[in-house]
């Protein structure tokens, strides 16, 4: 299978050079086409005017390996039009730094590029791992989950339909297992800011609300890793 792997933590991201080799493990051909910045709360926001320039790189474990000056999204319409690689079979995006549960994912660069593949009918995963207060991260657990569900992944894929992704997020803990979920419609974080000589930091406290053990944020709260299916609203 030829897998697009994405991102919108950059090229140089562990969690996309990890996710890349469990996706090489698999058997795959993996084509990288990721920002060479962060992205990151980018949602779908797409480059208009300026020029995007496209860099070989190397990516252990990649088939090929490219980092361009735009953002996800732009990763995926380029990977899709013009550049030289197979129409890939799958698009996965990640391994975030961060979750990206209930509305909150809404922002996700990660989900965004995972958005524009459902969008162009391309099967689509996105996959994020929680962090820590202090910025810890266990890309390596995210990177299991997603080998050990892929087969489940992948057949539940081929039953979806158009303009629909599977949103997988990864818990720190030890994980008790993993939960097939809905999209909590409350937030993982709470609007804040810190407020210091005129300036404004983004700087919300999480919420620990959700009691739904069956929805994304509930799921990881409880200790779950979650997997679910999200889909464009408008689609009639």
């Known amino acids: 299978m030829n897998v697009l792997v994405t991102n919108d933590d950059g090229i140089d991201a562990a969690g996309l050079r990890l996710l890349v080799l ?31 320039t496209v860099t070989s790189r190397d990516v252990a474990g990649a088939t090929a390996a490219m980092a361009t000056s735009g953002t996800p999204v732009d990763c995926v319409k ?12 799958l698009l996965v ?14 922002y996700s660069g990660t989900v965004g590029a995972a958005l524009e593949g459902a969008d162009s009918s ?7 791992a929680e962090r820590s207060s202090e ?21 539940r894929i081929q039953l979806g339909t158009r303009r629909e992704f599977v949103n997988i997020n ?29 300036t404004y930091q983004l700087n919300g406290p999480r919420t620990h ?8 944020l509930g799921a990881i709260e409880a200790g779950y890793a979650s997997i679910s299916f999200v889909r464009h609203r408008w689609e009639s």
């Not at 058997?27 to 949602?43: F, N």
């Not at 995006?93 to 809404?106: C, E, K, Y």
């Not at 391309?122 to 994020?128: D, F, H, K, V, W």
């Open 93 to 106: 995006s990640g391994i975030n730094f961060g979750l990206n549960v209930a509305r909150d994912l809404l």
């Open 22 to 52: 469990a996706l090489a493990d698999l058997g795959h051909d993996v084509y990288v086409i990721a920002p060479d910045t962060c992205h990151s709360a980018g949602s779908m926001r797409i480059t208009v005017g300026p020029k995007l």
């Open 135 to 155: 910025g810890d991260v266990i890309y390596e657990q995210a990177a299991t989950t997603l080998s050990d569900a892929f087969p489940r992944i992948w057949n």
């Open 78 to 89: 380029l990977a899709l039009t013009v550049l030289d690689i197979p129409r890939p079979d």
């Open 170 to 198: 990864v818990p720190m803990t030890p994980m008790k297992g993993v939960r097939w979920t809905r999209v909590s419609e409350g937030s993982y974080f709470v609007d804040g800011y810190d407020v210091q000589d005129g």
């Open 122 to 128: 391309l099967p689509s995963i996105a996959i994020s």
């Open 209 to 216: 609300a959700e009691q739904d053990i069956d929805t994304d």
